[in-house]
C-alpha cells in the first residue's frame, strides 16, 4: 500500500489597498492580517525554521533580496519582524500572516486531495473575512487577488510543501520531480496575459514562468528556481524532508488546486518505489517558459544529446508508470485518470477542457471579449480582465461570474470553505493537534509552529513533537484538560 504523503499549500495574496500605494504594501498587510475577525491564536515559533540550508548538504550565507522590493522598503521601519508579520494560528490549525507585504494563508497540512482543495478555499473565506473587517475599521476597500503577479514586475508566491522520508534523498527527488514540475503546467497553469520578462508572447499558460532563471537553488525571492532545495523540514531533520514547491500558480478552479498537488504527489510515490520515468531535460528554466509560451499546443521540451520531447510525453509516462504500482491510493488514481481524460479534451474538445484549467478558462473568457469588442491581443484592458479573474470578491471577480454562468466548474462552496476556517482537517493530520491546542488550551500554550508546541504548566515549559505521520485518535478531541491532552499527544499512558 503506498503511504499517504502529508501536504499543504502557503498562498501569499495579492493586496490593493484603497488611496494606498506599494510604499505602503507592508504596514497595510500587517493591518489586513490583524482585522482578521475569526478565532486565532497570536504568534509564532521560528526557532525551527532554515531558510538558507540547502537539500544538497549547505548553507547558503544570505539569501538574495529583489532589487525592486528593496525599492519600496528604502528608509522605512517597520518595526521588530515578528511583530511586522502579526502571525495568526486559526481555529482549523492553519497559518495566517503578513509576508513582506503579502496576506499568506498557509492551509493546515492534509493527507487527502480533497481535505487540501477544502482548507485552500478556506483560506480564500479567510482572506476575505480580514478584507470586509478592515474596511469597517479604516474605511479603505481591500481588493484581494488570487494571483502571482501584478504586471509591475513583482510576483509573490503560492507555494507547496510535502513531507517525504530523508532517505529517499534529494537526488532521487529531484530528478522524480523536476519533469513534472515542468509539464504540469499544462494542466494547472492560471494563465497570464503577455509576458513580463523574456520573450514575448500574447498569452501564457503560467504566470510564474517570467520569473524563474536557475534549474535548483534555495532562493525564493529573487533569481528563483523552477526546483526549490530549501533543506526546511518542519519535522525532525533527520527523519524527514519537506519538498518546498515555488513554481506552482494560485488557482481558482478547486480541480485544478487538487491536480496540482496530487500531481506532484504521484512523482514521489514513484520515485519512493523507485520507477519515476528517467527524463533529462536540457535546460530546466528555458523548457518551462517555452512550455508556457507555446501558442501550438505541442509543449516542446528539448532533452540532453540534442533529443526533443513534449510535456505531454512527460506526463504520459508518469501516468504509465503509476499503471504498474500494486496498490495506489484512490488520490493517485484520480490524478492520473482525470489527467489523462483533460491531455485528450485539450485536443479534442476544447469546451470541455476549459472548464477545469485555470490558463484555458481565462483564455476563453478573454476571446470572448476580443470578439465582442473587435479588438486584438494588444489591447490595454486585457491585463486588467487577467487580474479580475483573480479578484475574490464574489461581486466583482470574472472567475466567480464564470461559475454563476455555468461556464467552469462549480468549485468549492462558500458555505463549505467558511465551515472549514471553524474546523481542522478531517482526515486526521497533526493539524488538529495544533487546533486543539489553540482553541482549547490556548491560555496555556506559549509556542506553536509547524512540527511542535510549547505549553507552560505551572511554570514548567512542555514541548510535545507533532511528526508528519502523526493520526491523532478521534479521543484527542474529546479530553478537556491541557495535562491528558499533552500526555495523548506524547502517547503516554
Same mark, same amino acid.
Given at each position: 500500500? &503506498?503511504?499517504?504523503? /502529508?501536504?499543504?499549500?502557503?498562498?501569499?495574496?495579492?493586496?490593493?489597498?484603497?488611496?494606498?500605494?506599494?510604499?505602503?504594501?507592508?504596514?497595510?498587510?500587517?493591518?489586513?492580517?490583524?482585522?482578521?475577525?475569526?478565532?486565532?491564536?497570536?504568534?509564532?515559533?521560528?526557532?525551527?525554521?532554515?531558510?538558507?540550508?540547502?537539500?544538497?548538504?549547505?548553507?547558503?550565507?544570505?539569501?538574495?533580496? =529583489?532589487?525592486?522590493?528593496?525599492?519600496?522598503?528604502?528608509?522605512?521601519?517597520?518595526?521588530?519582524?515578528?511583530?511586522?508579520?502579526?502571525?495568526?494560528?486559526?481555529?482549523?490549525?492553519?497559518?495566517?500572516?503578513?509576508?513582506?507585504?503579502?496576506?499568506?494563508?498557509?492551509?493546515?497540512?492534509?493527507?487527502?486531495?480533497?481535505?487540501?482543495?477544502?482548507?485552500?478555499?478556506?483560506?480564500?473565506?479567510?482572506?476575505?473575512?480580514?478584507?470586509?473587517?478592515?474596511?469597517?475599521?479604516?474605511?479603505?476597500?481591500?481588493?484581494?487577488?488570487?494571483?502571482?503577479?501584478?504586471?509591475?514586475?513583482?510576483?509573490?508566491?503560492?507555494?507547496?510543501?510535502?513531507?517525504?522520508?530523508?532517505?529517499?534523498?534529494?537526488?532521487?527527488?529531484?530528478?522524480?520531480?523536476?519533469?513534472?514540475?515542468?509539464?504540469?503546467?499544462?494542466?494547472?497553469?492560471?494563465?497570464?496575459?503577455?509576458?513580463?520578462?523574456?520573450?514575448?508572447?500574447?498569452?501564457?499558460?503560467?504566470?510564474?514562468?517570467?520569473?524563474?532563471?536557475?534549474?535548483?537553488?534555495?532562493?525564493?525571492?529573487?533569481?528563483?528556481?523552477?526546483?526549490?532545495?530549501?533543506?526546511?523540514?518542519?519535522?525532525?531533520?533527520?527523519?524527514?524532508?519537506?519538498?518546498?514547491?515555488?513554481?506552482?500558480?494560485?488557482?481558482?478552479?478547486?480541480?485544478? &488546486?487538487?491536480?496540482?498537488?496530487?500531481?506532484?504527489?504521484?512523482?514521489? %510515490?514513484?520515485?519512493?518505489?523507485?520507477?519515476?520515468?528517467?527524463?533529462?531535460?536540457?535546460?530546466?528554466?528555458?523548457?518551462?517558459?517555452?512550455?508556457?509560451?507555446?501558442?501550438?499546443?505541442?509543449?516542446?521540451? =528539448?532533452?540532453?544529446?540534442?533529443?526533443?520531447?513534449?510535456?505531454?510525453?512527460? /506526463?504520459?509516462?508518469?501516468?504509465?508508470?503509476?499503471?504498474?504500482?500494486?496498490?495506489?491510493?484512490?488520490? /493517485?488514481?484520480?490524478?492520473?485518470?482525470?489527467?489523462?481524460?483533460?491531455?485528450?479534451?485539450?485536443?479534442?474538445?476544447?469546451?470541455?477542457?476549459?472548464?477545469?484549467?485555470?490558463?484555458?478558462?481565462?483564455?476563453?473568457?478573454?476571446? %470572448?471579449?476580443?470578439?465582442?469588442?473587435?479588438?486584438?491581443?494588444?489591447?490595454?484592458?486585457?491585463?486588467?480582465?487577467?487580474?479580475?479573474?483573480?479578484?475574490?470578491?464574489?461581486?466583482?471577480?470574472?472567475?466567480?461570474?464564470?461559475?454563476?454562468?455555468?461556464?467552469?466548474?462549480?468549485?468549492?462552496?462558500?458555505?463549505?470553505?467558511?465551515?472549514? /476556517?471553524?474546523?481542522?482537517?478531517?482526515?486526521?493530520?497533526?493539524?488538529?493537534?495544533?487546533?486543539?491546542?489553540? &482553541?482549547?488550551?490556548?491560555?496555556?500554550?506559549?509556542?506553536?509552529?509547524?512540527?511542535?508546541? &510549547?505549553?507552560?504548566?505551572?511554570?514548567?515549559?512542555?514541548?510535545?513533537?507533532?511528526?508528519?505521520?502523526?493520526?491523532?485518535?478521534?479521543?484527542?478531541?474529546?479530553?478537556?484538560?491541557?495535562?491528558?491532552?499533552?500526555?495523548?499527544?506524547?502517547?503516554?499512558?
Amino acid at each position: 500500500m &503506498t503511504e499517504p504523503i /502529508l501536504a499543504g499549500i502557503e498562498t501569499e495574496y495579492g493586496l490593493q489597498i484603497e488611496g494606498r500605494s506599494p510604499d505602503d504594501q507592508v504596514d497595510d498587510a500587517y493591518e489586513f492580517v490583524r482585522a482578521y475577525p475569526g478565532p486565532c491564536w497570536e504568534g509564532w515559533d521560528y526557532r525551527h525554521e532554515s531558510p538558507r540550508a540547502d537539500l544538497r548538504g549547505f548553507r547558503v550565507d544570505r539569501l538574495k533580496v =529583489d532589487p525592486e522590493d528593496a525599492k519600496f522598503d528604502a528608509g522605512r521601519r517597520h518595526g521588530a519582524d515578528r511583530e511586522v508579520r502579526a502571525d495568526r494560528i486559526l481555529a482549523n490549525g492553519a497559518r495566517f500572516y503578513n509576508d513582506h507585504g503579502h496576506p499568506e494563508y498557509a492551509t493546515p497540512e492534509c493527507f487527502t486531495l480533497d481535505e487540501l482543495v477544502r482548507q485552500d478555499a478556506a483560506g480564500e473565506q479567510a482572506v476575505l473575512s480580514a478584507a470586509r473587517r478592515y474596511r469597517k475599521e479604516t474605511g479603505r476597500r481591500a481588493r484581494v487577488y488570487k494571483n502571482n503577479t501584478d504586471f509591475h514586475g513583482a510576483s509573490y508566491g503560492t507555494h507547496e510543501s510535502y513531507l517525504v522520508p530523508r532517505d529517499l534523498g534529494f537526488e532521487r527527488i529531484f530528478e522524480a520531480v523536476l519533469p513534472m514540475l515542468v509539464a504540469r503546467q499544462v494542466l494547472c497553469g492560471a494563465g497570464k496575459v503577455g509576458s513580463e520578462l523574456g520573450r514575448a508572447c500574447v498569452y501564457q499558460m503560467s504566470q510564474r514562468a517570467d520569473f524563474f532563471v536557475e534549474p535548483a537553488s534555495v532562493e525564493t525571492l529573487y533569481r528563483r528556481p523552477v526546483f526549490n532545495t530549501r533543506d526546511e523540514p518542519h519535522a525532525d531533520p533527520a527523519r524527514w524532508i519537506r519538498l518546498h514547491v515555488i513554481c506552482g500558480d494560485a488557482n481558482r478552479l478547486a480541480s485544478a &488546486t487538487k491536480r496540482k498537488v496530487g500531481l506532484v504527489k504521484l512523482a514521489l %510515490t514513484l520515485a519512493q518505489h523507485g520507477i519515476a520515468p528517467p527524463w533529462k531535460i536540457a535546460d530546466p528554466v528555458f523548457s518551462f517558459q517555452a512550455v508556457s509560451r507555446d501558442e501550438s499546443y505541442r509543449f516542446p521540451v =528539448d532533452l540532453r544529446g540534442g533529443d526533443s520531447s513534449s510535456a505531454e510525453a512527460i /506526463l504520459e509516462s508518469y501516468f504509465e508508470a503509476a499503471d504498474g504500482l500494486e496498490e495506489p491510493d484512490s488520490d /493517485l488514481l484520480w490524478t492520473s485518470r482525470t489527467s489523462r481524460e483533460l491531455l485528450r479534451e485539450l485536443k479534442s474538445d476544447w469546451n470541455r477542457f476549459r472548464r477545469h484549467a485555470d490558463w484555458a478558462a481565462k483564455r476563453s473568457m478573454i476571446e %470572448t471579449f476580443l470578439v465582442a469588442e473587435g479588438v486584438d491581443w494588444t489591447d490595454s484592458r486585457l491585463q486588467s480582465f487577467d487580474l479580475e479573474y483573480a479578484n475574490l470578491d464574489p461581486e466583482e471577480g470574472l472567475f466567480s461570474a464564470l461559475v454563476e454562468m455555468g461556464e467552469v466548474e462549480p468549485g468549492v462552496s462558500a458555505a463549505i470553505a467558511a465551515a472549514a /476556517l471553524d474546523e481542522p482537517p478531517c482526515d486526521s493530520t497533526r493539524a488538529q493537534a495544533r487546533a486543539l491546542a489553540v &482553541t482549547r488550551f490556548g491560555d496555556a500554550l506559549r509556542d506553536a509552529s509547524w512540527g511542535s508546541l &510549547t505549553f507552560e504548566i505551572d511554570s514548567r515549559r512542555e514541548v510535545v513533537d507533532l511528526p508528519p505521520d502523526l493520526r491523532p485518535s478521534p479521543e484527542l478531541a474529546e479530553i478537556q484538560d491541557v495535562v491528558s491532552f499533552i500526555k495523548r499527544l506524547r502517547g503516554d499512558k
